[in-house]
């Protein structure tokens, strides 16, 4: 499976505040009327950025904060087809891959030297990141297999509608 | 050699011994939601497409985030997680019930050994009576409603021993925010924490579940905790038979951090990272225009009691709301009193609710406001304005400010209690 998108370079610890703000959760249930709010408090003309394919590479934590799943749903309806980091934050990382976000641990060297707005290529099998600009490349953290199942399938809703079952109810 | 996570995490999977880095199923003994997030469980239930619980008794709901409904649309999804509720037969805590986070213990659903499942960060609270205890998603909260069980990956563990004990007006609360300056706010991501040592070994049930709440602020994945006396008889009360988890003495962990509690001095984390952490003497006089009292952080018995012993007789210099986490502390602080000494030094008493700590009702920050917080986080934009500002401090650190409309060490306030 790959992945493109432009680079759009974000910092340490974005958190899930900063992602879609509570105050909007509460507003409204529908997530594109959602994602024209996402990092609202952090810069409100980032949303641009995201719309029509985009590839968030981020540094340390991103998506601490609260447990709420409008966060990576807000991204992927934003326009973000995967997320780059070095960490994650744990209940975020789970909340994207249950969703069809694809979230990808990579090296801080290589992170550090992606330019912003870049294009990017990320090949899931082959455990590739490129950068095309730049002419970089990185490896990234594989996933366990049912987690990678999970992530082509879109989402572990759709895995299920599929399969009639979840990916761990044959063998973890 | 064993960690509490791991003897947990093996024992609600089946296995004889687990270590970390391994993948588990496990049986979810509670999972649970509130409306800032049962309705997204609902709607992943609906996107699976199996909308039925897997046992009614181990699905709990509970309105608490903006409850009683300040809108509509909020009305709305309140009404949907009553016909839910209703329809599946399980448990609702409706509006006025209290914080999820204090309700559940209080109703006897966390026993020691067990797995807590919660659509809400703060889940890991619940490590404090003994449990692997864990926030997730939506989506998850969904998967372990339909199915009773969830992939874990068994996390390393890390122990904090914090030996002596608290001087007057050092509250658990700077002990955790004295961690989390140590450990910095991704310090312990995906890890299990347990703290040991005397000085916990003599803590109060309000004093431990402040420290497990705020484990997620380091990133932690779970802090499940061995049980004391008080804590036993507390939940003897509440749970009936159980078994209390210990950690083998030679279990593995990845550090250790030492902490001597007597040393301790009040502390806030100022705007706008958890862990940018100060002493007050650093950002004491600093004005402040709103003082919250309350959350799953700090919104229990023995935190309104402090503020009413700082606040007796004496009136605050700014508003100051104070929020019960639960109508049982309420009613508690009402039976001893304490409600009366803080609405007559002109605190405004809430009832239980998350209130202002997520913003989304009672007390929001206009621009450039400055509040001092028991709540357990200060990002941009949390409590309103996003260009409002929050400190977090212990409930004596926010009452004291209170008095002054601005932030003072609570130690002058010491002597005369
Ligand atoms: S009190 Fe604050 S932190 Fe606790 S559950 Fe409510 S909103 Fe979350």
């Known amino acids: ?172 | 050699m064993s960690t509490l996570v791991e003897k947990i995490l093996a024992k609600s999977s089946g296995k004889n011994s687990v270590s970390a880095g391994e993948f588990v199923l496990a049986d979810v003994d509670v999972v649970f939601a509130h409306d800032g997030t049962a309705l997204l469980a609902i709607e992943s239930m609906q996107e699976i497409g199996i909308e039925k619980v897997f046992d009614k008794d181990k699905v709990v709901f509970f309105i608490d985030h903006a409850s009683p409904s300040p809108s509509p649309q909020i009305s709305n999804i309140h009404s949907a997680m009553r016909k839910f509720a209703k329809k599946h037969g399980i448990r609702l805590y409706d509006a006025g019930s209290g914080i999820c986070h204090q309700v559940l213990p209080e109703e006897g659903y966390v026993k020691p050994g067990s797995v807590v499942v919660g659509a809400d960060s703060h889940t890991v609270t619940h490590g404090a009576f003994n449990a692997f205890a864990t926030g997730v998603g939506s989506t998850d909260a969904a998967i372990a409603m339909i199915t009773g069980k969830l992939w874990f990956m068994v996390p390393e563990s890390v122990k904090i021993v914090v030996e002596g004990e608290f001087k007057d007006m050092i509250m658990s609360k700077d002990l955790v925010l004295h961690v989390l300056g140590e450990v910095k706010a991704d310090g312990l991501t995906y890890k299990s924490v347990e703290y040991h040592g005397s000085c916990i070994d003599g803590l109060s049930v309000d004093s431990r579940m402040t420290i497990a709440n705020m484990a997620v602020e380091m990133g932690a994945k779970c802090c499940p905790m061995e049980l004391n006396s008080v804590t036993e008889e507390w939940l003897k009360e509440r749970v009936g038979d159980f078994k209390p988890v210990k950690a083998d003495k030679d279990a593995k962990y990845t550090d250790e951090l030492y902490v001597d509690a007597s040393k301790l001095e009040p502390l806030v984390a100022a705007p706008s990272n958890v862990d940018n952490v100060k002493s007050v003497r650093e950002v004491e006089g600093t004005e402040v225009d709103q003082v919250f009292i309350g959350s799953c952080t700090n919104g229990r018995l023995e935190d309104i009691e402090i503020a009413s012993r700082i606040l007796d007789g004496k009136n605050v210099k700014t508003r100051c709301i104070v929020i019960p986490a639960s109508r049982k502390v309420y009613y508690e602080a009402l039976n001893k009193g304490l409600i009366d000494k803080l609405v007559r030094a002109g605190c405004i008493v809430g009832f239980p609710t998350c209130g202002p700590c997520i913003g989304a009702h009672m007390g929001l920050l206009g621009d450039g406001e400055v509040a001092i917080s028991t709540s357990n986080r200060n990002f941009i934009g949390r409590m309103g304005s996003s260009s409002s500002k929050i400190y977090l401090s212990s409930p004596a650190t926010a009452a004291a400010s209170a008095l002054e409309g601005k932030i003072v060490d609570p130690r002058k306030y010491g002597e005369n209690l």
Request: charged share 25%; hydrophobic share 40%; aromatic share 10%.
């Open chain 1, 1 to 172: 499976m790959k992945i493109n998108g432009k680079c759009v370079r974000l910092g340490d610890h974005i958190n899930t505040d900063l992602i879609i703000s509570g105050k909007y959760k509460y507003r409204t249930q529908d997530i594109k009327e959602l994602a024209k709010y996402v990092f609202e408090d952090l810069d409100p003309k980032l949303k641009e950025r995201l719309y029509g394919g985009s590839i968030i590479v981020a540094q340390k934590n991103f998506g601490c904060g609260s447990s709420r799943e409008q966060a990576p749903r807000v991204l992927k309806a934003a326009g973000v087809n995967a997320v780059i980091a070095e960490s994650f934050a744990r209940i975020f990382f789970r909340n994207a891959i249950n969703v069809g976000l694809p979230v990808i641990i990579s090296e801080k060297k290589f992170i550090e030297m992606i330019k912003d707005n870049e294009p990017l290529t990320i090949d899931l099998s082959s455990g590739k990141v490129y950068a095309l600009e730049t002419g970089l490349e990185a490896n990234i953290k594989p996933y366990p297999e049912f987690m990678l199942k999970i992530v082509e399938a879109g989402g572990i809703a759709e895995y299920f509608r599929n399969h009639k079952m979840f990916p761990w109810e044959t063998k973890l």
